[in-house]
């Protein structure tokens, strides 16, 4: 029986459903503000949601929408000032309808990916493709263009099997205020919807194509990382379910090999991945405590022997995998799509007064990250993955503090309809690393972090997940989205008083300027590039000098002043 205390919900009002806070899962968004809302609402139906968003649209209230986790790290949730709606779709929670002849099933958009995934092989079906933590829901997931790992059929995007949206938007006072608009593949309309960021109206129903339920067969291969920047993307192509696990600093890489297999072949494999998986509060104080001590002493070797520990610990435990559901026994790993596909049993558990707890839960002392993720396109790959081992050539202890966190995982991504969803067959590079609780802290290696994300941004032409990362990546970002204009007509058509947008997606869509908050330390939490010594941490050692590779990059580096 798992036991864990669940998650609290993001929303909290002083006065009943009135007077709010949002935040995210972490506790934090990128420059730590504290976003408020006048008002939340809680529609259990579409009736209640049109409702809803009349009322709204006739006030000319700001709206947005809220999800039972908010795992979304950047302010998409935040509406402007403190007078905003939030609609939550916490009660939007059913799934209406699983068709096993046209193979489809219909949600509301705050199923979670979990109960879709469950529902949907209860009749023998699967959806191919999903991101590996199931404590999304559909709407959020689909806002942000959330994936899994796939060069195969149209790739791991979740969006790019939507077949029919139902969406809620402000209309005009002869409509009533509100109005259903429903998409489908012959719209499209439905291209702009299927990444939004939220900023079109409210998703109230999706309709997903699905196949038939199949098996699914997985080894994990340790290899040096000497030809990673060769193989990395004829494995993509090789494997359909492949991706890799990079440990820079110790120079290895693991390779999934995951395979469709015949629904005959023994196994009843399961992927309750590890990380994901509740832990004893106590145990994630002292992790924490140990990091937050190897900070301060600048023990680069700490970390990286911790590191050692962590993934040595992972791949004994083949990182959850077991062969049957209780015990693992060996490679491969062989058993149902549905156990295999997506994992995050830390929410599941009853209350326990936090005894034990998801390990970024912010109630408790456990991880408190950064997370940087961006996917580079195939054919400039293995240059950026060689100019990593550069830096790694430099300073072999520089990027420990990742390994801590499980590496950096890669993940494959194909070309999307969608106008905000990818534009090119690429690799999603996803890298999460210590964040001090104090913002004027800087971190150990700051530089080599900052450098590698200014090499895949400004080199590469990275394009952001749009659900994590810093605010410096945004930064005229728009500019890579070769339909954003047709996504722009789109959103002034659905929504032409911008009633869903706020100032953070007006920011990140290119509408106005302030991505970057220029203050003093903005560089070391992301909020800027430094351009001064002042927007790092002088004080402290750490000043704006050249990358170390990568000239064009400006980044904080420690200076030693002895």
Not at 7 to 27: L, R
Request: charge should be positive; include cysteine.
């Amino acid at each position: 029986m798992v036991c864990c205390s669940p998650p609290e919900e993001p929303v909290k009002c002083s006065s009943k459903n009135s007077d709010c806070t949002i935040t995210n899962s972490y506790g934090a968004f990128p420059d730590r503000t504290v976003c408020k809302a006048g008002d939340v609402a809680y529609p259990k139906t579409e009736q209640e949601l049109v409702s809803i968003v009349s009322a709204a649209t006739q006030a000319k209230r700001k709206m947005k929408v809220v999800t039972r986790f908010s795992h979304s790290i950047p302010k998409l949730v935040c509406p402007d000032g403190r007078d905003g709606l939030l609609i939550s779709t916490k009660y939007l929670n059913h799934t209406l309808k699983v068709d096993a002849a046209a193979m489809t099933v219909t949600v509301e958009s705050g199923v979670t990916l979990r109960q879709l995934i469950n529902d949907a092989a209860k009749a023998g079906l699967a959806l191919p493709y999903s991101p590996y933590w199931w404590g999304l829901t559909i709407g959020g997931l689909l806002g942000t263009g959330a994936h899994g790992s796939s060069l195969w059929g149209k790739g791991s995007s979740v969006h790019d099997y939507v077949v029919e949206m139902r969406i809620v938007t402000p209309a005009e006072p002869g409509e009533g205020f509100a109005k259903v608009r429903v998409l489908n593949e012959r719209d499209k309309d439905l291209d702009a919807a299927r990444v939004s960021l939220g900023v079109l109206g409210v998703i109230s129903q999706v309709t997903f194509k699905l196949e038939p339920l199949f098996k699914r067969s997985i080894t994990y291969v340790t290899k040096d990382d000497n030809n990673l920047g060769d193989e990395a993307v004829s494995f993509g192509k090789q494997h359909e379910f492949a991706d890799i696990f990079w440990y820079p600093s110790q120079r290895k890489a693991v390779y999934r090999i995951d395979d469709r297999v015949s629904s005959n072949a023994s196994g009843n494999g399961l992927y309750d991945f590890t990380p994901f998986r509740s832990t004893p509060s106590l145990g994630l104080a002292l992790i924490r405590t140990t990091e937050e001590t190897q900070e301060s002493l600048r023990d680069a070797n700490g970390k990286c022997l911790s590191a050692k520990l962590i993934i040595s610990t992972l791949q004994t435990g083949a990182y959850g995998l077991t062969n049957n559901g209780i015990i693992f026994t060996g490679y491969p790993v062989t058993g149902f799509h549905n156990r295999l596909q997506s994992s995050g049993t830390c929410l599941d558990g009853l209350e326990d007064s936090l005894i034990t707890a998801c390990a970024w839960d912010p109630r408790v002392k456990g991880e408190f990250f950064h997370q940087t993720t961006f996917s580079i396109g195939l054919s400039v790959v293995k240059n950026f993955i060689q100019d990593v081992q550069k830096l790694v050539a430099l300073e072999p202890k520089a990027l420990c503090g990742l390994e801590l966190y499980n590496g950096i995982l890669m993940r494959y991504v194909k070309a999307s309809s969608g106008y905000l969803g990818k534009q090119q067959d690429a690799i999603d590079f996803d890298l999460s690393y210590y964040r001090s609780k104090d913002p004027m802290a800087p971190r150990l290696y700051q530089d080599f972090l900052e450098e590698i994300e200014q090499i895949a941004l400004f080199k590469y032409g990275a394009l952001p997940h749009w659900g994590k990362n810093r605010n410096l990546v945004f930064d005229g970002v728009i500019r890579k989205y070769k339909n954003a204009a047709e996504f722009f007509k789109i959103k002034n058509t659905y929504d032409p008083s911008g009633l869903f947008s706020s100032e953070w997606t007006d920011q990140i869509l290119g509408l106005k300027n302030g991505v970057t908050i220029w203050k003093e330390g903005c560089a070391l939490e992301g909020l800027c590039i430094c351009s001064q010594d002042i927007h790092c941490a002088p004080s402290k050692g750490y000043f704006c000098r050249p990358g170390k590779t990568f000239q064009s990059a400006r980044v904080c580096t420690y200076v030693n002043s002895k």
